[in-house]
C-alpha cells in the first residue's frame, strides 16, 4: 500500500506537468501562428481526465479567444464560454466570473447587429452560382454599406471574405485578392470555417496566368503588325518572281514532311510507362496511343498548324527584309524576330490546347517527360474505331459481348487476367 501511495505521489505532478504543457504549449503555438498545432494542444489539455477544473476552463477560455479573435467564429468562442460557465466551479470562481461577463458581452454584440447579422446570414446561405453581374453588384454595394455603416462590427472579416467572393465571380481578381487579404488580416485562422487561403492561392494564380496570356497574345500581335508593315514596306511584290514563291512551297513541303516523319518515328518507338493510367488519372479500362492518324492524335495536327503559320510568318519577314543593303543587320533582324514569333505561337498554343487540358508526365525509367491527353470518354471512339486503339485493357470490362468485341476488333489488346487477391478484395468490399 505504502509502495502505491509513494508511486501515486511520483506520477501525479508528472501528468499534471503533461497537462499544463498541453496549455502553455497551445498558447506558444497559437502566438506563432501555428494555428492546427495550437488547437489540438488545447483540446488535449480540455479533454485530459486528468485536467482540473480550473485548467479546463483556463484552456476553454483560450480556446475561445482563438476562435473569436483568430477564427472570426463568435458562435463557437460563446459555446466555449457556456462549456466553462457548465463546469462544477464554485459560484464565485473567478473562472466562471469572466466567462459570464464574455457570455454577455457577445450576446450584446448579436444584440446590437441582429439586423445585420440577418442580412449577411441571408447573403450566405442565398446560392449565388446563377446571379447575374449586376445582382453581384448589389452585393458587393451591400455589403460594403455595412463595412462603411460599422467599421467595428464584429464580424468585419466575414463581409471582406464575401466581398472577394462576388468580385472573384465577376472574375475582378485583384479586387478578390485585396478584399480575401483584408479578411485573413482580421482574422488569420479563417480556414478553419471558410477556404480563405485557398481562394488567394487561385486569385493570385489566375492573374499570372492572365498576365502571361497576354503577354502571349501582346506580342505575337506585335509580331504580326511588324510583319505586316516590314511587308508593306519593302514592296516585294515589285521584285518578286516565281523562283522565290517556289522557295516558299519548299520550305513548306520540307517543313511538312520533317514533322509528319518525326511524329511517326517517335509515336513507334513511345514506350508505354508502367501504370500511366493511374499517374495521369485516367479511369480504366485505358489504351494509350502515340500514333499518327490513332485517335486523340489531331492535337498534333493542330501543332502542325501553328507551326506552319509561324513558318509563313518568318518566311515573309525575310523576304521582306531581303533587299537590305546591310546582310548582317537582315541577319540579325530575322534570327530576333523568328525566335520571338516561333515562341510567342508556341506559347499560344499551349495555352490554348495543352493548358489545364493535359497532364505532364516524367517516367523514373525514362528521363525524357510527354505531355498526355485524357479523352473523357473513350467507349464511343472504341466502338465507331477499334482500329485507332492499340493496347486496350480488358480487365475491368464486364460486359462479355462488349469484352469479346474489343477482342476480336482491336489491335493488340491483352485479356489481363484479374489476380486472385484482387478479386478477394473486391469479395471484401462488396461484403462490408
Given at each position: 500500500?505504502?509502495?502505491?501511495?509513494?508511486?501515486?505521489?511520483?506520477?501525479?505532478?508528472?501528468?499534471?506537468?503533461?497537462?499544463?504543457?498541453?496549455?502553455?504549449?497551445?498558447?506558444?503555438?497559437?502566438?506563432?501562428?501555428?494555428?492546427?498545432?495550437?488547437?489540438?494542444?488545447?483540446?488535449?489539455?480540455?479533454n485530459a481526465p486528468e485536467s482540473s477544473l480550473s485548467l479546463k476552463a483556463e484552456a476553454l477560455k483560450e480556446l475561445a479567444h482563438f476562435y473569436e479573435n483568430i477564427v472570426g467564429q463568435d458562435e463557437m468562442a460563446l459555446k466555449l464560454y457556456k462549456r466553462i460557465f457548465k463546469l462544477k466551479l464554485a459560484a464565485d470562481a473567478p473562472e466562471k466570473i469572466a466567462a459570464e461577463a464574455e457570455i454577455g458581452r457577445l450576446n450584446d454584440l448579436k444584440l446590437k447587429y441582429k439586423d445585420t447579422d440577418r442580412a449577411l446570414q441571408k447573403i450566405i446561405f442565398n446560392p449565388n452560382r446563377n446571379l447575374e453581374p449586376f445582382e453581384?453588384?448589389?452585393?458587393?454595394?451591400?455589403?460594403?454599406?455595412?463595412?462603411?455603416?460599422?467599421?467595428?462590427?464584429?464580424?468585419?472579416?466575414?463581409?471582406?471574405?464575401?466581398?472577394?467572393?462576388?468580385?472573384?465571380?465577376?472574375?475582378?481578381?485583384?479586387?478578390?485578392?485585396?478584399?480575401?487579404?483584408?479578411?485573413?488580416?482580421?482574422?488569420?485562422?479563417?480556414?478553419?470555417?471558410?477556404?480563405?487561403?485557398?481562394?488567394?492561392?487561385?486569385?493570385?494564380?489566375?492573374?499570372?496566368?492572365?498576365?502571361?496570356?497576354?503577354?502571349?497574345?501582346?506580342?505575337?500581335?506585335?509580331?504580326?503588325?511588324?510583319?505586316?508593315?516590314?511587308?508593306?514596306?519593302?514592296?516585294?511584290?515589285?521584285?518578286?518572281?516565281?523562283?522565290?514563291?517556289?522557295?516558299?512551297?519548299?520550305?513548306?513541303?520540307?517543313?511538312?514532311?520533317?514533322?509528319?516523319?518525326?511524329?511517326?518515328?517517335?509515336?513507334?518507338?513511345?514506350?508505354?510507362?508502367?501504370?500511366?493510367?493511374?499517374?495521369?488519372?485516367?479511369?480504366?479500362?485505358?489504351?494509350?496511343?502515340?500514333?499518327?492518324?490513332?485517335?486523340?492524335?489531331?492535337?498534333?495536327?493542330?501543332?502542325?498548324?501553328?507551326?506552319?503559320?509561324?513558318?509563313?510568318?518568318?518566311?515573309?519577314?525575310?523576304?521582306?527584309?531581303?533587299?537590305?543593303?546591310?546582310?548582317?543587320?537582315?541577319?540579325?533582324?530575322?534570327?530576333?524576330?523568328?525566335?520571338?514569333?516561333?515562341?510567342?505561337?508556341?506559347?499560344?498554343?499551349?495555352?490554348?490546347?495543352?493548358?489545364?487540358?493535359?497532364?505532364?508526365?516524367?517516367?523514373?525509367?525514362?528521363?525524357?517527360?510527354?505531355?498526355?491527353?485524357?479523352?473523357?470518354?473513350?467507349?464511343?471512339?472504341?466502338?465507331?474505331?477499334?482500329?485507332?486503339?492499340?493496347?486496350?485493357?480488358?480487365?475491368?470490362?464486364?460486359?462479355?459481348?462488349?469484352?469479346?468485341?474489343?477482342?476480336?476488333?482491336?489491335?493488340?489488346?491483352?485479356?489481363?487476367?484479374?489476380?486472385?487477391?484482387?478479386?478477394?478484395?473486391?469479395?471484401?468490399?462488396?461484403?462490408?
Amino acid at each position: 500500500m505504502k509502495r502505491f501511495q509513494i508511486l501515486l505521489l511520483i506520477i501525479f505532478p508528472i501528468i499534471c506537468f503533461a497537462v499544463d504543457n498541453n496549455l502553455d504549449q497551445g498558447k506558444k503555438l497559437i502566438s506563432e501562428k501555428e494555428y492546427y498545432k495550437g488547437r489540438t494542444s488545447l483540446f488535449k489539455a480540455i479533454n485530459a481526465p486528468e485536467s482540473s477544473l480550473s485548467l479546463k476552463a483556463e484552456a476553454l477560455k483560450e480556446l475561445a479567444h482563438f476562435y473569436e479573435n483568430i477564427v472570426g467564429q463568435d458562435e463557437m468562442a460563446l459555446k466555449l464560454y457556456k462549456r466553462i460557465f457548465k463546469l462544477k466551479l464554485a459560484a464565485d470562481a473567478p473562472e466562471k466570473i469572466a466567462a459570464e461577463a464574455e457570455i454577455g458581452r457577445l450576446n450584446d454584440l448579436k444584440l446590437k447587429y441582429k439586423d445585420t447579422d440577418r442580412a449577411l446570414q441571408k447573403i450566405i446561405f442565398n446560392p449565388n452560382r446563377n446571379l447575374e453581374p449586376f445582382e453581384r453588384e448589389e452585393r458587393i454595394t451591400e455589403l460594403q454599406n455595412v463595412i462603411d455603416k460599422y467599421p467595428a462590427y464584429y464580424k468585419l472579416s466575414s463581409l471582406y471574405y464575401y466581398i472577394g467572393d462576388e468580385h472573384l465571380a465577376l472574375k475582378r481578381y485583384a479586387k478578390a485578392e485585396v478584399a480575401f487579404s483584408k479578411a485573413v488580416e482580421l482574422t488569420p485562422g479563417m480556414d478553419f470555417y471558410l477556404p480563405v487561403t485557398e481562394k488567394i492561392k487561385h486569385v493570385v494564380m489566375t492573374r499570372k496566368e492572365n498576365l502571361f496570356n497576354n503577354t502571349v497574345i501582346g506580342l505575337l500581335i506585335s509580331m504580326i503588325a511588324i510583319i505586316a508593315i516590314a511587308f508593306y514596306v519593302s514592296r516585294p511584290w515589285r521584285w518578286i518572281t516565281p523562283r522565290h514563291l517556289s522557295l516558299l512551297f519548299l520550305v513548306l513541303i520540307l517543313w511538312t514532311a520533317f514533322y509528319y516523319l518525326s511524329f511517326y518515328i517517335s509515336g513507334n518507338l513511345f514506350q508505354r510507362p508502367p501504370n500511366i493510367a493511374g499517374e495521369i488519372n485516367s479511369e480504366l479500362p485505358s489504351f494509350l496511343n502515340a500514333i499518327p492518324g490513332g485517335s486523340g492524335s489531331g492535337i498534333a495536327h493542330i501543332l502542325f498548324l501553328y507551326g506552319t503559320i509561324g513558318i509563313i510568318g518568318c518566311c515573309i519577314f525575310a523576304i521582306s527584309t531581303a533587299k537590305l543593303k546591310k546582310r548582317w543587320l537582315a541577319i540579325v533582324l530575322n534570327t530576333s524576330l523568328s525566335l520571338t514569333f516561333t515562341f510567342s505561337i508556341l506559347a499560344l498554343f499551349y495555352l490554348d490546347e495543352c493548358y489545364k487540358k493535359s497532364t505532364y508526365y516524367v517516367s523514373d525509367e525514362n528521363p525524357v517527360g510527354h505531355i498526355y491527353f485524357v479523352l473523357s470518354d473513350p467507349e464511343i471512339f472504341v466502338l465507331t474505331n477499334p482500329k485507332g486503339y492499340t493496347n486496350l485493357n480488358t480487365i475491368n470490362v464486364e460486359n462479355p459481348a462488349l469484352k469479346e468485341w474489343i477482342m476480336e476488333y482491336t489491335e493488340n489488346t491483352e485479356q489481363t487476367e484479374v489476380p486472385e487477391e484482387v478479386i478477394q478484395t473486391e469479395k471484401k468490399d462488396d461484403s462490408i
